[in-house]
């Protein structure tokens, strides 16, 4: 059976006789002639096949069917009334849907803070998050599954074919069981650290930063020994933990306070290794950059990097 179409000034036109119960006070309500009010109800009920009101010369009255209908059609009106506005809020970002995607290393500090003010600032915007590292990320970017991701990676190598914006960047530490015969030197030597078993993340994940922790070993003529690899920045400090090697990991990552393990910055190196030429290695440093697809037109996203934008400024 095919349904009827009834616009919303039918609409209005029974919620007005259903509150008055009257057709001549509707009327002037709705500003019109009362003819025209009393048949458009009457084609309504043609339409829908159903009596709304009981009608006699002394009252007016809803019938059954009448008085279910009309809490529906007072949401109706009232949601179609919001339209507008919502429209308007929508265009300007202000309502939408935002997916993100993070390392775990942005989720340490900044992103819960992130999330908690711009759910204040647009709270009709919902952010839906996933962890992910970057190679799942640029993988759900392909399938169209991501508005926007926090990558890690070092200085300058962003996947290029996606929108950046910077929003860290932080050193590399190195982190050591504490119970390790390095961990209670006061001065570290760099070239003692490259000559231990490394735990480190698989390339895949984030192969510009992978390729830079290689680099400082062959500046310093020596190879990595690779003891295990892990891709959760939490699960290589706990390896860290259970004494299968160090590690190199964003300083961010030293919110992970796991009992037993030490983390030590650059200044802690007493002499840093020479490499073949003779120069010292600089320590590597890491880079988080808030990534989307160019000329993607989602408003929530537009307010969301601008808002991103403002607070990484402000760091």
């Known amino acids: 059976m095919k349904e009827t179409l009834i ?29 025209p009010l009393t048949q458009a109800i009457a084609q309504m009920e043609r339409s829908l096949g159903v009596v709304l ?33 919502r429209a308007r809020a929508a265009a300007a970002g202000e309502v ?3 997916r993100l995607a993070f390392v775990s290393t942005i989720g340490f500090e900044r992103l819960p803070e992130w999330v908690r003010d711009f759910r204040v ?19 759900m970017f392909a399938r169209g599954e991501l508005d926007a991701g926090l990558v890690l990676h070092s200085p300058g190598a962003a996947p ?7 929003v860290a960047e932080e050193p590399l530490v190195l982190a050591l069981a504490e119970r390790h015969p390095l961990a209670q030197a006061p001065r570290l030597d760099l070239a003692a650290v490259l000559a231990e078993p490394l735990v480190i993340f698989p390339r895949r994940i984030v192969p510009s930063l992978h390729d830079a922790i290689f680099a400082l070993y062959h500046a ?5 020994v690779v003891a295990q690899e892990a891709i959760q920045m939490q699960t290589i400090v706990n390896l860290v933990w259970g004494g299968l090697g160090v590690a190199w990991v964003p300083e961010s990552v030293t919110q992970f ?9 650059g200044d802690a190196f007493a002499a840093k290794a020479q490499s073949k030429a003779g120069a010292t290695p600089p320590l590597p440093v890491c880079e988080t950059s808030l990534v989307w697809p160019a000329g993607l ?19």
């Open 160 to 166: 290029p074919e996606l929108a950046r914006l910077p």
């Open 220 to 224: 310093a003529g020596r190879v990595p």
């Open 297 to 315: 037109n989602n408003p929530a996203l537009a307010r969301f990097v601008d808002f991103v934008r403002e607070r990484s400024a402000a760091a």
């Open 53 to 85: 009101f009981d009608r006699t010369r002394r009252r007016v009255a809803l019938t059954p069917a009448g008085e279910a209908l009309l809490p529906d059609v007072r949401d109706f009106l009232e949601r179609a009334q919001a339209l507008p506005v």
């Open 96 to 98: 939408g849907r935002v």
């Open 257 to 265: 306070r796991r009992e037993g393990v030490v983390y030590r910055a």
């Open 121 to 139: 600032l647009c709270p009709q915007v919902a952010l839906e998050l996933v962890e992910a590292t970057g190679d799942v990320q640029r993988a």
């Open 7 to 35: 616009d919303v000034r039918a609409w209005r036109q029974f919620v007005a006789v259903a509150e008055e119960l009257h057709f001549g006070r509707a009327a002037i309500r709705l500003h019109m002639t009362q003819p």
